[in-house]
């Protein structure tokens, strides 16, 4: 049978490396972005016996494939074996070996078998053995950079920390980052919290929490919100600001109350703040513009002032345009460039402050330690024109940019939501981060894209 094999050194000890895989969220650390996988059923760890159903899908495809492990040797390696799935057979075993006494090798080790032998090797061996580079490249370097960003904050210990809208794009990948650090995260849920887990109840629209639950937690996350790529009516325009002012006086207010509160808060806003302000390079100083999103983000973080009172460490991530696979704005584009019908917006010439989604983890993550209060500006170094980012865009995916969506279209489709969110555009530069010592990892935009939807 076939047998695929990836090496590379971790910058921690072999005994990190190897508890990162045992932790909860490592498995939503590695999935590939560009890959939609949902976990179905998941009994135990990665222990003898325990198992992983999970169901992939490829367009209107929909593959599930079971997973067993063993072969466990704590602090060493296990295997997952394919009880059902898409091979005729699928073996990996995953190492974590000794480099030393703080570095270590992760070592991928792959046999299987393609169904419908003889003939599956010469109709899919090639295919299987790109899929295989590309996925194990993408898994080893995202462990090396979330164990060299856990490294550098180890000092601090970890942290129990509740996250609002861990449910959400950016939110599920935080928790899955905090958790496979060793962090524990607390999710804010308007359901009723499930017995046995961490979840903490609340409503903001009714005014309530559940505060008890949030005595003692090291650090909130604050990003709920209502999706603003809609057109605004009243009604819309309420919910997106309630959504974020409401909710954020009645965290900030709670917290401010508590014997034990966190040691900080991050309550996000966005880059909204500066409204329409061209090519003019714009920092944390920079005050805010005009318009409904710039309104509404000036709330949002006055909102979290009785915190900031009762000495809390706010920070306010003022959040751009992130680059996701599964979902966003990147997402949203991918599908009609895919078909060949992309094109610049308007006349091309908005900035878009982007951000690929791992470096706002990373980010979110840094600004838990870092002693900064106030607004950070979450975007890359580099923002880029929508003509820029469009062109990119095509080219990532080998497809013509050829079909323009003309500004008087976008003002009859989307109203003012089209003229704010998708003809505006502002270039925030992100100083405070820069200078409290973070690290971009993804500062160019194709790569960026390429990492995010596997091109």
């Known amino acids: 049978m076939p047998v695929f094999r990836r090496r590379s050194a971790l910058p921690v000890p072999a005994a990190e490396g190897f508890a990162r895989h045992a932790r909860p969220g490592a498995f939503e650390r590695l999935a590939p972005p560009w890959q939609t996988i949902r976990i179905v059923e998941r009994t135990g760890g ?107 904050v180890a000092a601090h210990g970890p942290r129990r920390i509740a996250v609002t809208g861990a ?26 919290p499930r017995r046995g887990t961490d979840e903490i109840g609340w409503d903001p629209a009714a005014g309530r929490i559940d505060a008890a639950r949030l005595e003692g937690v090291d650090a909130v996350v604050h990003l709920s919100g209502e999706p603003v790529a809609a057109r605004w009516t009243s009604a819309r325009k309420a919910a997106i600001r309630a959504s974020r002012v409401d909710s954020t006086a009645l ?11 966190p040691r900080v808060l991050l309550s996000a806003s966005a880059i909204g703040f500066y409204g ?41 991530p003022r959040i751009g345009v992130v680059l996701a696979g599964q979902g966003g704005a990147l997402a949203t584009m991918a599908l009609p460039f895919q078909l060949g019908l992309g094109g610049v917006v308007g006349d091309g010439h908005q900035m878009m402050s982007w951000i690929a989604l791992d470096d706002l983890v990373g980010l979110l ?52 939501m089209g003229e704010e969110v998708l003809l505006s555009g502002a270039r925030v530069l992100p100083r405070v981060a820069e200078a409290s010592g973070f690290r971009f990892l993804h500062t160019d935009l194709a790569q960026a894209m390429r990492d995010e939807l596997g091109a």
């Open 46 to 152: 990665i222990t003898d016996g325990s198992e992983l159903v999970m169901e992939m899908r490829l367009g209107p495809f929909r593959q599930r494939w079971v997973a067993r492990h063993g072969g466990y040797v704590e602090g060493r390696e296990f295997t997952d074996e394919q009880v059902s799935g898409p091979f005729a057979a699928w073996r990996h075993t995953h190492r974590v070996l000794p480099d030393g006494d703080t570095a270590s090798i992760l070592e991928d080790t792959i046999t299987y078998a393609l169904p419908l032998a003889p003939l599956g090797p010469f109709l899919g061996g090639a295919a299987v053995e790109r899929m295989l580079d590309r996925l194990f490249q993408f898994r080893h370097a995202r462990t090396r950079d979330d164990l060299a960003r856990h490294a550098a």
């Open 167 to 192: 449910s959400g794009l950016v939110g599920r990948q935080l928790a899955a980052f905090l958790t496979a650090g060793g962090h524990t995260v607390l999710p804010l849920v308007r359901r009723a």
């Open 276 to 316: 329409d302000r061209g090519h003019t390079p714009l920092d944390e100083t920079n005050p805010s513009g005009s318009g409904f999103l710039a309104e509404v983000c000036r709330a949002w973080e006055t909102a979290a002032a009785p915190a900031v009172d009762a000495g809390i460490r706010v920070v306010h």
């Open 251 to 261: 965290l900030a207010t709670t917290l401010a109350r508590l014997a034990r509160p």
């Open 365 to 416: 993550h840094h600004l838990l330690f870092a002693e900064v209060h106030g607004p950070v500006n979450a975007t890359a170094p580099d923002p880029a024109t929508n003509a820029t980012f469009v062109g990119t865009l095509g080219t990532v995916l080998h497809r013509p940019t050829l079909l323009p969506l003309p500004a008087a279209a976008v003002r009859l489709m989307f109203g003012d």
